[in-house]
């Protein structure tokens, strides 16, 4: 499986971002998709993730409320929605698939990796 991440760019503080990963084949249900992300000087941390079957989404406590991440079957594609942004949040972020329906926080736990798309806020 390959995923290509796309969506990433520069925005202000308070702007708006929409990360696209597609899949370049069928996700099974047993899957499931997250975003991570890594700033410079810092280790890859979780975004957000999604389970494929029932469509749970879970998010770490610094984007709450602010991303969404969602998805698109027919598609198979899933979607991260970043408003409100902070310049904290700037970083490369990665898709990533792992089997298994469990939505993991740890990077070890994911099979397949898109490359990085770059989001940049200026304050």
């Known amino acids: 499986v390959q995923l290509q991440a796309s969506g990433g760019g520069l925005v202000q503080t308070g702007g708006s971002l929409r990360l696209s990963c597609v899949a370049s084949e069928r996700t099974s249900n047993d899957a499931a998709t997250a975003w991570f992300r890594q700033a410079p000087g810092k280790e890859r941390e979780f975004v957000a993730g999604?389970?494929?079957?029932?469509?749970?989404?879970y998010y770490a406590d610094s984007v709450k409320s602010r991303f969404t991440i969602s998805k698109d079957s027919a598609k198979n594609t899933v979607f991260l929605q970043m408003n409100s942004l902070k310049p904290e949040d700037t970083a490369d972020y990665y898709c990533?698939?792992?089997?298994?329906?469990?939505?993991?926080?740890?990077?070890?736990?994911?099979?397949?990796w898109g490359q990085g798309t770059l989001v940049t806020v200026s304050s």
């Open positions: 990533a698939l792992r089997w298994g329906s469990t939505v993991h926080t740890s990077e070890q736990r994911y099979n397949y």
């Open positions: 999604i389970r494929w079957s029932g469509g749970n989404t």
